[in-house]
Nanobody, 127 residues
């Protein structure tokens, strides 16, 4: 089993930056794919960025490419999301999620594939 705790959300002005962190408590020897998802009011949860167990493969939503960077430090069991050039439309609750299920490049950032979720952290981009 995995337990996930997010931190780093908050209020930021458009054009600003935030870094989200997700600490993972691991109670399994299984490898896991991990990623960030977000859900804005009235919208479906969407995959923002995901990263393979080794860190060698990453995937980004088109809306965040070039602005967000995902990384993981397996020694510290921590996942990061560096968010730059933030826009009001990035406002949402951001969730860290992990999966021990089999995924491929097409499905590695699909929410239904993920079986462990954090509680979420609010990110608000507003002037």
């Amino acid at each position: 089993q995995l337990q996930l705790v997010e931190s780093g959300g908050g209020l930021v002005q458009p054009g600003g930056s935030l870094r989200l962190s997700c600490t993972v408590a691991i109670f399994t020897r299984d490898s896991y794919v991990i990623g960030w998802f977000r859900q804005a009011p009235g919208k479906e949860r969407e995959g923002v960025s995901c990263i393979s167990s080794s860190g060698g493969t990453t995937k980004y939503a088109d809306s965040v490419k070039g602005r967000f960077t995902i990384s993981r430090d397996n020694a510290k069991n921590t996942l990061y999301l560096q968010m730059n050039s933030l826009k009001p439309e990035d406002t949402a609750v951001y969730y860290c999620a992990a999966t021990t299920r089999s995924t491929n490049i097409q499905t590695m950032c699909v929410a239904d594939k993920y079986n462990y979720w954090g509680q979420g952290t609010q990110v608000t981009v507003s002037s």
